[in-house]
């Protein structure tokens, strides 16, 4: 095998080297990106087992900023990028979306289905703006 | 040159939406473009379900469909996509109205194209299709 090529080596490590950690954050807190405000206003975990799925986690946020267009617009892209990322203690993850509810674009929900008993719950989320790159919501439980 | 050439600007791109959505001045040449397709589709269609044409020009025809298929997905993504204009209401339910008939249209369209079928129904106007003319004809 031939090895990789030594610039290229270096420019990966000062990519890594220098990349922004995601900026951490909790329930009820403002994540800014660009013109848009997102915030996670609250979290539940249930069970829907009579449905045959055994364990959900939905979480509520807002948005704000731009009209009801441009907030769709946000929305899709940051759920197209796929960079909302959930992921529980133990390791298990799963792609996230930005789910819209109402015609107002102002009320979004993220809903996963983790193994029944997971716990530790986070959620990054990109920025598609930069600065920061994403934000590691502490989701808790 | 093709690459010196000028692009050529679409009628859906650039639209600049609202809280209200858009307006029937801001839209009408983007949705006249996508009645041309269905249109296009419609004409495809007369041919490839027409059992009685020889077979090059069945094939011919559905390559055509297909071909305004994607001019029409073009379009639509190129208006806001398909979230924007079909899954939000827009203040005018006119417009609102017309983007579900050319969704309905080009699906019925589409799928007629793909099985490739016959028959007197694959020749016939969509109702979605007739009413998306209807609107267009009346936009400024």
Known sequence: MRPPCPSLVLALLLAASCAEPPRRVGLQQDMPMGPFTLRAEEVKAFSRAHQGVPWQVEVAFSLTGGNRFDRADFAERVSRSGKLKFRTSDGWRDRGWLLRRGDEAQVFYVQTNPPLGSHGYTLEIGNPYGHPSAYLLDLGQ | ??????????????????????????????????????????????????????????????????????????????????????????????????????????????????????????????????????????LP
């Open chain 2, 1 to 138: 040159m093709a690459a010196c050439a000028p692009a050529r600007k679409s009628p859906c791109a650039g639209l600049v939406y609202s809280d209200a959505g858009l307006t029937r001045e801001q839209y009408a040449p983007c949705a006249k473009a996508m009645v041309v397709q269905l249109d296009r589709m419609h004409e495809s269609l007369a041919v490839l379900g027409d059992a009685a044409q020889p077979k090059p020009a069945r094939v011919k025809a559905r390559q055509a469909c297909f071909a305004a298929t994607s001019a029409l997905a073009r379009l639509t993504a190129e208006a806001g996509g398909p979230e924007k204009l079909i899954h939000m209401r827009w203040e005018d339910a006119t417009l609102s109205r017309f983007n579900y008939d050319v969704t309905a249209a080009r699906d019925v369209y589409l799928m007629y194209c793909y099985y490739g079928l016959t028959g007197p129904e694959v020749a016939q106007m969509d109702s979605g299709h007739a009413s998306a003319r209807i609107y267009a004809a009346a």
